[in-house]
């Protein structure tokens, strides 16, 4: 499944950023936090929306908000990019679908040679057992 252009439906909003940047930290907001709302999402499919409620309930607020923030770079707009980065790599993650494992079992030949290599280490223990009595 792949995501629509969500950017309409992303609520962005800016705060000082802390760590280094000298006296531009004090006046410039360039730490951003993207907020979305999957539930309320028009540009979701149901389907899309169900799967992404399971796997991120950990993630979501009281109202169901999703929240990321990015504070990386001195640039708001850089930010900004992180942030929808992030969120739309952590909303890929909820909808992949791991492969349905395939249970299979090991040959004849595979299952042999385990026990022969066991049997020898066995023989290997066993030998050292009666030359150390004698």
């Known amino acids: 499944m792949t995501l629509p252009d969500l950017t309409p439906e992303l609520v962005f909003q800016t705060s000082r950023s802390s760590g280094p940047g000298g006296q531009n930290v004090n006046k ?6 993207v907020w979305f709302s999957i539930e309320n999402s028009a540009l ?5 929306k169900e799967l ?12 169901g ?7 990386e770079d001195r640039s708001q707009l850089v930010n900004k990019e992180l942030a929808t ?7 890929e993650q909820a909808l992949h679908r791991p492969k349905p ?11 042999q040679k385990r026990i022969e290599a ?7 223990k066993a030998n050292r057992r009666f030359s150390s009595e004698s």
């Open 65 to 71: 908000f999703l929240h990321l923030a990015s504070q």
């Open 85 to 91: 980065q992030k969120l739309y790599e952590t909303l």
């Open 52 to 63: 992404m409620l399971e796997k991120l309930a950990p993630r979501l607020n009281k109202e």
């Open 44 to 48: 979701l499919s149901p389907e899309q």
């Open 28 to 33: 410039v907001e360039s730490r951003v936090e």
């Open 118 to 124: 066991k049997k020898k280490i066995g023989q290997k």
């Open 101 to 111: 494992r395939k249970k299979t079992r090991p040959s004849k030949a595979a299952v």
